[in-house]
């Protein structure tokens, strides 16, 4: 197991006098779940952002597989093997479920038949055969949810960025959800890392945590000791006991 599989080093990211991030040294092991916790402006998003190279970092450095990426392109990021997805959902709701999936194949060069077959592997592993020619429009939450796991399996990513997850599911989609998520670290061998407020879906996903406070991380653990520790419980989840 590759212990810095990610690793960012004194990462800060400003824009103009806002430190959205400040010096965020962070190591995520190989073949495991890792949360991002922090309250709404802890520059969770932002990380995730500098890791899939949407935002230049100020300063500091980010390492993939010991490779310095820090001035990577977010697609050259992408062909290393970094797929992410997004809190808000953005298929192109005018395509079926199937040419949703298709789309980064073609544009990878592939041809149409064999995208196609090749999207259709995904779209099952997500669960979403019976929806397979449907408008990506029509979607639940939770639905939109898998079309975007399945699309970002058709990258072959090999560290996976999810952005608030559960963010919108109905709670009865939500263990079907996390069950896909599962599968992709045990059947697919991805390293995940993931953004959720949902603790309880978190102590049942992740194995390590790290909670980001103004840009900053606070408390660094497993996730169950990241969960229990007494500023997380402070400022995360307002815990009235904890701030006696």
């Known amino acids: 197991m590759h212990r810095n599989f990610l690793k960012t080093d004194q990462l800060t990211v400003a824009f103009g006098g806002i430190v959205a991030l400040s010096n965020v040294t962070l190591s995520i ?9 922090g309250p709404n402006g802890a520059g969770k998003t932002t990380l995730f ?5 949407a935002v230049r970092p100020t300063g500091g450095r980010v390492f993939f597989q010991g490779a310095d990426i820090t001035k990577a392109s ?33 544009a990878g060069g592939m041809s149409m038949k064999q995208a196609r077959e090749e ?5 099952d592993f997500v669960g979403l055969n019976a929806k397979a020619e449907d408008p990506a429009r029509v979607l639940s939450t939770g639905q939109r949810k898998r079309l975007e796991l399945a699309r970002a399996l058709s990258t072959h990513p090999k560290l996976l960025l999810l952005d608030e997850v559960t963010g919108g599911v109905d709670r009865p989609s ?20 993931v953004v959720e407020h949902n603790m309880e879906v978190l102590l049942g996903l992740a194995d390590d945590a790290f909670f980001l406070n103004r840009g900053e991380v606070i408390v660094e653990g497993s996730i169950a000791e990241v969960a229990d520790h007494e500023t997380v419980r402070r400022i995360y989840l307002g815990d009235a006991d904890a701030a006696a």
């Open 29 to 37: 092991a190989e073949g495991r779940t890792t949360a991002i916790l």
């Open 49 to 53: 952002n500098a890791i899939a190279g």
């Open 74 to 106: 977010p697609s050259r990021r992408c062909h290393s093997g970094i797929a992410r997805t997004f809190q808000i959902t953005q298929p192109f709701s005018g395509l079926s479920v199937r040419e949703n999936v298709m789309v980064p194949l073609a």
């Open 119 to 123: 999207a259709s592997t995904y779209i």
């Open 174 to 193: 939500i263990p079907e959800l996390l069950n896909v998520i599962r599968r992709l670290r045990e059947e697919r061998n991805i390293t995940i890392v």
